[in-house]
């Protein structure tokens, strides 16, 4: 079965602060891994990792995959009050009779102060 | 209207009641998807349709049955739900199966008495 493990599971900054939010994950065929933001009640978007080695950049995130150890890392940099939220990370299962069925981690919920 | 949108978006029922949640996805996408968002545990996927077709059952209890009418509306019809049902539902869609973004709606709170 498929297993998703996020740390820290909270985390609580100052603005301005830098984090690094970590997912490993155990799947039987790897195709991509997939983060989220969840504010209040929708998870967001926000990136998509296929390639090992390979920054995906969006503002002041960024995510990188390490398809050799298992891992996935989203960066904040210069973090602000409204990047409050839990970030959730998954990993599509591929092949079988799983169709579209995502696996999540427990997510980090990240708390910045002002 | 954009995107995934549920209604509604708060629900309170009784154990006896019988009600439905509904789900509307604007994308143009050929799958929907409904997870379980309890407190302090991953999101649990509940079912998967593609084309209308259920595709997945994830061992969901048959106090929960999804309806599939076409590819933009699902829905959930609840009924005899347990306290341990109340959590955060939440409703998906994506391209197709074998596309692995998925966007979410805002979810229905549910809490059962």
């Known amino acids: 079965e498929d297993k998703v493990v996020q740390s820290p599971l909270s985390l609580v900054v100052h603005e301005g602060d830098t984090v690094t939010l970590n997912c490993s994950y155990e799947v039987t065929n790897f195709r991509s891994l997939l983060w989220y933001k969840q504010e209040k009640k929708a998870p967001t978007f926000l990136f998509m990792l296929t390639s090992s080695g390979i920054e995906k950049k969006s503002g002041r995130l960024s995510s990188i995959l390490d398809k050799k150890e298992l891992f996935s890392i989203l960066n904040i940099t210069a973090t602000q009050t409204g990047d409050s939220a839990i970030y959730l990370c998954a990993v599509p299962a591929v092949g079988g009779t799983s169709y579209g069925k995502l696996t999540f981690g427990q997510g980090t919920i990240l708390t910045v102060h002002p | 209207e954009t995107g995934v949108t549920q209604t509604p978006r708060h629900l309170v029922m009784g154990m006896t009641n019988k009600k439905s949640l509904k789900c509307e996805q604007h994308l143009g996408h050929n799958a929907m998807y409904w997870y379980k968002q309890s407190a302090k545990k991953p999101l649990e996927l509940m079912f998967v349709y593609s084309l209308e077709e259920r595709v997945e059952n994830n061992s969901v209890p048959s106090r929960f049955s999804p309806e599939c009418p076409n590819s933009s509306h699902l829905f959930l019809h609840l009924h005899t739900l347990q306290p341990e049902d109340s959590a955060l539902y939440l409703c998906?869609?994506?391209?197709?199966?074998?596309?692995?973004?998925?966007?979410f709606g805002p979810g229905t709170r549910l809490t059962v008495l």
């Open positions: 998906a869609s994506s391209q197709s199966l074998t596309t692995d973004t998925q966007y």
